[in-house]
DNA sequence: CCAAAAGTGTTGCTCGTACACCCATGA
DNA sequence: TCATGGGTGTACGAGCAACACTTTTGG
């Protein structure tokens, strides 16, 4: 590292949120309309600058998740996607993103009212069509976001990340299914998970969902890497 | 975004550089050695401050790989590792730093003269061994870029940007031995390799290596990712 | 009984590993 | 000629796609 410390520009630093969930049967993201300028009235991540210049930046990022979307950060995967800091990508100043990615299972009431801000609940697939205008690079980022997400399926447990604290595995292609767009074998699929030990621990009950055979309930296991990987076709 | 501009807190943002290179049978990064406090006189990745407001990220990490280690951003893969930004890291002030990491082919004289600051080349290994003294976060950031190498490896086809501009399928194999700390079966691995389309490109022209029958040259193709993904043993 | 969903068995293919074997060179 | 490294052939097994088949429920 050089050291000229006199010569330091002024750059803000903010954290962004990238808030997947997996909701009426369409990969969703968290967004919020921006109430004054610039941008003003349109979608944007949500998100914010550094509380203080003593706090942390994953602490911070928990910290907006909480305000901005009324969800706890226990119980919730979020792990840094990256850092954008072109320097016109907001008109006011230097600002430099960080971002964070969230898996989220599918919420009852989407932070419709409480304390939480106006967040809306928006299909990926509407968000990133050209038609749909976003603010800042935030389009950018939440295609990269979707990306991970698709990749880290691949080989990582954090499917279940979207299904709720019990589920079938039925809930659980469904994630599979709706994150990567494709169809997959129900028996196959079946297969694969329970040969992968330690991603899903049977509860033992079972559930009867509207006609067929009830199927089995499963808790999140311990493991973290998909192994075998579970790749998707390309 | 929240946009309470008079109250965004003074963080300085730094640029650092984890540049990897497999040198004399080892993986190595290419450090500096600080010249001022604080941590003077210790070892850290080459870096430094945004030289202005307008500077992009990126050009930033272009710029301070010229100006540290004399290497040249052209036909080097740079891309970005992760942002460290603990409100401790650095005792003078708040700084938060994006790290970006870069491939290097084994270089003929590294950067003894010239341009460059004093660069210095070390085993990771060495570096990541608990004797030694790194400063700020920098272990941590190195430890992260070795394990990002590796699993980089695997899935895509960024193991020849180690390899000089034409190599032989040995001096890949032991990129990929030298990297993991493995050891491959050379049958095997060629095979493997050819079968990927697009990843090497014969010249035509063979190379005598001491004794034994001479070996193919090769390019890098205009493959990315390795398909089949070639996995290590865990 | 029938439809529908859950779950098991089986087959054929792709790919990886292990290793026998042949090829081309320097000493 | 032998040692050394480059490269091909082949056999066995793991894992996956496709799909026939059985199980268990609601209507």
Known sequence: MTDDAWTIPEVAVAVD???????DGALQIMLVRRGIPPFEGMLALPG???????????????RELTEETGLGTEDLHLEQLGTYGAPD?????RVVTVCYLAFSPDLPTPTAGGDAREAILLPVDEVLDHRTAVAFDHKKI????VERARSKLEYTTLGAAFCPPEFTMTDLRQVYEIVWGTS??????HR?????TGFLV??????SRQVGRPAALYRRGDATVLHP??????
Chains 1, 2 share one sequence.
């Open 192 to 196: 694969k998970i329970t040969g992968v």
């Open 89 to 93: 990508r907001d008109p006011r100043r």
């Open 184 to 189: 997959l074998d129900p028996r196959n699929f």
């Open 48 to 62: 914010g600058f550094l509380a203080s210049t003593a706090e942390d930046l994953d602490a911070a990022a928990a």
């Open 17 to 23: 949120l990238a808030v997947l969930t997996v909701h």
């Open 229 to 234: 990987a579970m790749l998707r076709n390309r």
């Open 202 to 207: 049977p509860t033992g009950e079972r559930v």
């Open 142 to 145: 939440i295609s990269d976001a």
